[in-house]
């Protein structure tokens, strides 16, 4: 069982997340925006971090960009609406390490999820 | 007559001068050299004298010393001294003898040799002879005898001799000084000679050549004044003789001359007054060529029609007078006219031409010859008339105008009409240039009007670089010299220069266009320039740009593709979770709690993007002007009244209808003014969460109808009003995240109200509630005037009614009468507003479906003292239920349907009494 921080502005793209996840058997922690994401990051440890590019308070890249050296170690995986390169090249250089553009399927996350674990 | 040269002449002068001079000069010379000679020779001779004489006196000193020094002391030294002073003696005399002397020296001399002999010979070898003896006395008295005393007077004798040389010698170099003195004087006497001889031959030279010459300018004055001359000169045999008998003949054959021209002159003065008429008759000729090729010259420079006119008509009536004439052009009327009376004129102009046109269109002339009329008797009374007229043609033979004259009492003259006729052709070429000068004029003027016109700014642009034409817009926009001042006000000058000079160059074949910016006042401008080569028989004459103002477009495309990106995120959440839970259902075994959760929330986010797509397709049809609007008199009350009672299954909020507005008639379209209040009363029951009161008022304010709509809920933050109204602006805040929305509803209110010629605002504090303004201009003025005044003075009656047709009928009647009406749905939210403000009466419907039970609402009001004396009329589709009328007292029970104004009477009655229920009554009171 692994810990994973989903963060999220759509509550119901969350409970999607989480759901999928749980059933993994991980245990799952939810982040409802940037700034939420951050604070729960710094309390406690994660191993894996499922993270929304457009959220409020702070976007997914400026959360990547804020993270401890310690916290860098852990993969990231970002969900982007926008697939542009731009904004991907932006958030590979600030630590993403996979992607997932919406919409997803629960699917190729559960995959992608059991790959990086 | 031998002539002589003048230059042959001085020179043998000058010549035998300078020889003259030479001769005396060499003459003059010869002698003071000789002089000089002489006396240097006279000095050396007595110089040489005066050394001999010298050098004996000095030796016969020597003499004397020597030989007495050996008397006294017997020294052979001294003896021989003496003896080679006899010899030097002699030597002496030998040199005295041989020079000139004079007779008193030569006498000396003779003395001297003998005494030296003597000496010699005897007194020396006597005294020698005495010193051998050592005869001491006898040398003394030796010594004293003759021979010392002859030796002394000998002594004195050189002396004198020598001195009388001496004084000779200085007599000599006196008179030799005296002799160089006069010398000198002689050789300056000599020079001034000279100089004056040189000045009197240059003299009578000038005068030779002076005289004559001042001579001939003065015969030459007296020539030029015509007198006549005699040159004295002219005797010489020199080149001044010639010259002076030439001028002499030169005066003499001029003089000849002149009496001959005198004679000649006689006869041409004859000729030229013979001549003077031929010239004055040519002269006539010419200024009449010179008036018609200047009338030529106007003809074929001049493009303007009427100056054209004037010179033709001008230059006919000089050269051809006529009593009476005029020009027409058929075109256009235009005249000109001589002699003739404005009625003449006039009716000419309204005459059919059409037998003027055809008569000259056959014929070159015609002419009438007529008795005099009316008109013309004021001229000339019974004279005979001749009309004269004659056509202006093209090449084609179409009539550009007519020429006409008149001539009382006289013909015109075959001659005259073929002059006449011949200058009308020249006239109709004329003509023809102006017509078609002012053709190209006018269609020109009109292509730049076209040009000007056009939004667009357009050059040509020749191949130097240099603007050739360009229209109004092209010129506002370069406001200068083209390109450096469009290059200094763009943005990137570099691209745009480099695209310009890529377009002008030769080489570049086909079209192409570039966009450039620039600043104007604090907005970006956006100009696309087009440019293509302009070619004309395929030689390329330049090339043109067109440069159109692509701000608004270009602010249209970024608005576009921001638009397509938000619209794209927007659906691509409700996509995910619908896509996302339904793939969990399909591939996984799930609880049915589960299941049903899922479905829910697919359901709940189809609903979600049903909506999105919906709001979005609305605004976008209302945004692109295709939204039709079904304008109509809309009561506005009546439409609140509908859409709140859309909303009564609300159960968390207290929603109300306050209507205050007399009348409330708009035109609009009722099913989007519907939407618009839709949407705010959806937003104030979303955004205000905690629940609370939605209250929506109605109210008219000068020409205005002002609706608006508060909550009590989460308000909004002072930086996001201003974007509130715009597409996809929604507050992300996390205590709203959760609120459902497509960020379109305002964006749709707003673009609503607009389009009804209205306003939409809105007034908030976060964290207690906001409220949203509509204005709509009213259907009547003076409805808000009534409304106003019967608000102010009118009392409150609630209505508690869940029928929202029966509730308005109420509420139409109450007004009427001047009741302010508020509107309930619910038993608890009428109850607790009555005991805030007690109206005046309350009209309760008993069935209020989800509202609750009027009677529970009556009965509570009857507990509480604040509200039980408060009217209560019972609106109801029941019969009275007496048990329950009696139970509360009610003071009317009114049974539906019944008719409106039973109610207002019913209100009327009671309104402000002391807490009575009205039942309505099954029949009108009688």
């Known amino acids: 069982m692994k810990r994973i921080l989903v963060a999220d502005d759509e509550e119901i793209l969350r409970m999607l997340i989480?759901?999928?996840?749980?059933?993994?058997?991980?245990?799952?922690?939810?982040?409802?925006?940037?700034?939420?994401?951050?604070?729960?990051?710094?309390?406690?440890?994660?191993?894996?971090?499922?993270?929304?590019?457009?959220?409020?308070?702070?976007?997914?890249?400026?959360?990547?960009?804020?993270?401890?050296?310690?916290?860098?170690?852990?993969?990231?995986?970002?969900?982007?609406?926008?697939?542009?390169e731009q904004d991907r090249e932006r958030a590979l250089a600030a630590g993403a390490d996979y992607f997932m553009a919406k919409p997803f399927s629960p699917e190729e996350l559960e995959a992608l999820v059991e790959d990086i674990l | 007559?031998?002539?002589?040269?003048?230059?042959?002449?001085?020179?043998?002068?000058?010549?035998?001068?300078?020889?003259?001079?030479?001769?005396?000069?060499?003459?003059?010379?010869?002698?003071?050299?000789?002089?000089?000679?002489?006396?240097?020779?006279?000095?050396?001779?007595?110089?040489?004298?005066?050394?001999?004489?010298?050098?004996?006196?000095?030796?016969?000193?020597?003499?004397?010393?020597?030989?007495?020094?050996?008397?006294?002391?017997?020294?052979?030294?001294?003896l021989r001294s003496a003896q080679l002073d006899l010899r030097a003696l002699s030597v002496g005399l030998d040199r005295m003898e041989e020079l000139e002397l004079s007779e008193e020296e030569r006498r000396f001399a003779l003395e001297l040799r003998s005494f030296l002999i003597d000496y010699e010979t005897d007194i020396l070898p006597t005294a020698a002879a005495l010193?051998?003896?050592?005869?001491?006395?006898?040398?003394?008295?030796?010594?004293?005898?003759?021979?010392?005393?002859?030796?002394?007077?000998?002594?004195?004798?050189?002396?004198?001799?020598?001195?009388?040389?001496?004084?000779?010698?200085?007599?000599?170099?006196?008179?030799?000084?005296?002799?160089?003195?006069?010398?000198?004087?002689?050789?300056?006497?000599?020079?001034?000679?000279?100089?004056?001889?040189?000045?009197?031959?240059?003299?009578?030279?000038?005068?030779?050549?002076?005289?004559?010459?001042?001579?001939?300018?003065?015969?030459?004055?007296?020539?030029?004044?015509?007198?006549?001359?005699?040159?004295?000169?002219?005797?010489?045999?020199?080149?001044?003789?010639?010259?002076?008998?030439?001028?002499?003949?030169?005066?003499?054959?001029?003089?000849?001359?002149?009496?001959?021209?005198?004679?000649?002159?006689?006869?041409?003065?004859?000729?030229?007054?013979?001549?003077?008429?031929?010239?004055?008759?040519?002269?006539?000729?010419?200024?009449?060529?010179?008036?018609?090729?200047?009338?030529?010259?106007?003809?074929?420079?001049?493009?303007?029609?009427?100056?054209?006119?004037?010179?033709?008509?001008?230059?006919?009536?000089?050269?051809?007078?006529?009593?009476?004439?005029?020009?027409?052009?058929?075109?256009?009327?235009?005249?000109?006219?001589?002699?003739?009376?404005?009625?003449?004129?006039?009716?000419?102009?309204?005459?059919?031409?059409?037998?003027?046109?055809?008569?000259?269109?056959?014929?070159?002339?015609?002419i009438i010859t007529r008795p005099a009329e009316e008109s013309d008797k004021g001229i000339a009374p019974a004279a005979e008339?001749?009309?004269?007229?004659?056509?202006?043609?093209?090449?084609?033979?179409?009539?550009?105008?007519?020429?006409?004259?008149?001539?009382?009492?006289?013909?015109?003259?075959?001659?005259?009409?073929?002059?006449?006729?011949?200058?009308?052709?020249?006239?109709?070429?004329?003509?023809?240039?102006?017509?078609?000068?002012?053709?190209?004029?006018?269609?020109?003027?009109?292509?730049?009007?076209?040009?000007?016109?056009?939004?667009?700014?357009?050059?040509?642009?020749?191949?130097?670089?240099?603007c050739l034409q360009e229209n109004r817009a092209a010129a506002e926009l370069i406001q200068g010299e083209w390109p450096e001042s469009l290059l200094q006000i763009v943005d990137e000058p570099e691209e745009l220069e480099k695209f310009i000079e890529g377009m002008i160059s030769q080489e570049s074949a086909?079209?192409?266009?570039?966009?450039?910016?620039?600043?104007?006042?604090?907005?970006?401008?956006?100009?696309?320039?087009?440019?293509?080569?302009?070619?004309?028989?395929?030689?390329?004459?330049?090339?043109?740009?067109?440069?159109?103002?692509?701000?608004?477009?270009?602010?249209?495309?970024?608005?576009?593709?921001?638009?397509?990106?938000?619209?794209?995120?927007?659906?691509?959440?409700?996509?995910?979770?619908?896509?996302?839970?339904?793939?969990?259902?399909?591939?996984?075994?799930?609880?049915p709690e589960r299941q049903k959760k899922y479905i829910t929330t697919i359901h709940k986010e189809a609903k979600r993007l049903t909506n999105l797509i919906n709001d979005f397709l609305d605004l976008q049809r209302m945004e692109s002007g295709s939204q039709p609007y079904r304008m109509e008199n809309v009561q506005l009350d009546q439409l609140v009244l509908e859409t709140i009672y859309q909303f009564r299954h609300v159960a968390t909020h207290e929603l109300l209808f306050e209507d205050t507005a007399g009348g409330a008639a708009v035109q609009a379209d009722g099913e989007r003014m519907q939407q618009v209040l839709t949407n705010l009363i959806s937003n104030a029951v979303k955004f205000s969460p905690a629940g609370g009161k939605v209250k929506v008022t109605l109210a008219a304010k000068d020409d205005?109808?002002?609706?608006?709509?508060?909550?009590?809920?989460?308000?909004?933050?002072?930086?996001?009003?201003?974007r509130l109204f715009q597409k996809f602006q929604r507050i992300d805040q996390s205590d709203r995240r959760n609120i459902g929305g497509t960020g379109l509803g305002l964006a749709i209110c707003r673009e609503i109200v607009e389009k009804h010629g209205g306003r939409i605002s809105v007034e908030s504090e976060e964290g207690k509630g906001s409220v949203f303004n509509v204005e709509l201009p009213l259907r009547e003025s003076g409805q808000a005037v009534d409304g106003r005044e019967q608000a102010a003075n009118g009392e409150t009656v609630f209505i508690v009614e869940d029928d929202a047709s029966l509730a308005l009928l109420l509420s139409e009647e109450l007004k009427t009468n001047g009741y302010r009406v508020v509107h309930y749905m619910h038993v608890d939210s009428a109850l607790s507003a009555m005991k805030e403000n007690p109206p005046s009466a309350a009209v309760i419907d008993l069935m209020l479906g989800e509202g609750g039970n009027g009677w529970d609402l009556v009965q509570r009001m009857k507990q509480d003292p604040a509200t039980k004396d408060i009217p209560i009329v019972i609106s109801s589709a029941l019969d009275e239920a007496e048990e329950k009328t009696e139970e509360f007292g009610i003071t009317r029970y009114l049974t539906?349907?019944?008719?409106?104004?039973?109610?207002?009477?019913?209100?009327?009655?009671?309104?402000?009494g002391n807490g009575d229920i009205l039942f309505p009554e099954q029949n009108p009171p009688s």
């Open chain 2, 1 to 78: 007559m031998k002539n002589r040269s003048i230059r042959a002449s001085y020179i043998r002068k000058s010549a035998l001068f300078i020889a003259a001079v030479l001769v005396v000069t060499a003459a003059v010379t010869g002698y003071l050299m000789y002089d000089q000679n002489q006396s240097e020779e006279a000095q050396k001779q007595l110089s040489e004298r005066y050394e001999a004489v010298d050098a004996v006196s000095e030796r016969l000193n020597e003499l004397f010393f020597h030989s007495r020094s050996y008397y006294a002391y017997q020294n052979e030294d001294d």
């Open chain 2, 704 to 722: 205005t109808l002002q609706l608006s709509v508060s909550d009590e809920g989460l308000g909004i933050p002072e930086s996001e009003k201003a």
């Open chain 2, 131 to 366: 010193v051998a003896a050592d005869d001491y006395e006898g040398l003394r008295s030796f010594g004293q005898e003759g021979s010392v005393a002859q030796i002394n007077g000998l002594f004195d004798q050189a002396s004198e001799l020598r001195n009388t040389v001496f004084a000779d010698l200085q007599q000599e170099y006196e008179s030799a000084l005296d002799e160089s003195t006069t010398n000198l004087l002689l050789s300056f006497a000599f020079g001034m000679l000279v100089f004056f001889a040189i000045l009197f031959m240059s003299q009578r030279l000038l005068r030779q050549l002076i005289v004559p010459v001042e001579e001939l300018t003065e015969a030459s004055d007296k020539l030029a004044e015509g007198e006549t001359i005699d040159i004295e000169a002219a005797s010489r045999h020199d080149e001044l003789g010639v010259l002076g008998r030439s001028f002499m003949n030169m005066a003499s054959s001029l003089q000849q001359n002149e009496e001959e021209m005198q004679a000649q002159n006689e006869e041409l003065k004859a000729q030229q007054d013979s001549l003077q008429d031929l010239l004055e008759e040519a002269d006539k000729e010419k200024r009449k060529v010179d008036r018609f090729s200047l009338l030529n010259e106007t003809m074929s420079t001049r493009l303007d029609r009427q100056e054209l006119l004037d010179a033709v008509f001008a230059y006919v009536n000089e050269l051809y007078p006529s009593d009476r004439s005029m020009f027409c052009m058929m075109d256009t009327l235009d005249f000109r006219a001589a002699n003739m009376t404005g009625t003449m004129i006039e009716s000419w102009q309204q005459a059919d031409k059409t037998m003027w046109v055809q008569r000259l269109t056959d014929d070159k002339r015609v």
């Open chain 2, 385 to 466: 008339i001749t009309d004269y007229y004659t056509a202006v043609k093209d090449a084609e033979g179409h009539i550009y105008a007519i020429f006409a004259a008149t001539n009382i009492g006289s013909r015109f003259s075959e001659e005259e009409m073929e002059e006449i006729e011949a200058l009308m052709s020249h006239v109709g070429i004329g003509l023809q240039r102006v017509l078609i000068h002012e053709e190209i004029a006018k269609s020109r003027k009109l292509s730049q009007k076209i040009l000007d016109t056009v939004n667009e700014g357009i050059q040509l642009i020749g191949h130097d670089g240099t």
């Open chain 2, 896 to 912: 539906k349907p019944y008719p409106p104004e039973r109610l207002s009477r019913a209100v009327m009655e009671h309104a402000g």
């Open chain 2, 510 to 591: 086909g079209s192409a266009s570039h966009e450039f910016t620039m600043q104007h006042g604090e907005s970006s401008v956006v100009y696309s320039v087009y440019s293509t080569p302009v070619f004309d028989e395929n030689q390329r004459i330049g090339t043109i740009f067109v440069y159109r103002d692509r701000t608004r477009e270009s602010e249209l495309d970024r608005m576009k593709s921001e638009l397509v990106s938000t619209v794209s995120h927007e659906l691509r959440t409700p996509l995910s979770s619908v896509l996302g839970f339904t793939e969990l259902l399909l591939k996984k075994e799930l609880k």
């Open chain 1, 18 to 84: 989480t759901d999928t996840l749980e059933d993994l058997g991980h245990d799952i922690t939810e982040a409802e925006d940037g700034a939420d994401a951050l604070r729960k990051l710094g309390e406690a440890p994660f191993d894996l971090l499922v993270v929304d590019y457009m959220m409020p308070e702070k976007t997914g890249l400026e959360v990547l960009q804020q993270l401890t050296d310690e916290q860098r170690n852990m993969p990231v995986i970002m969900l982007t609406a926008k697939a542009q």
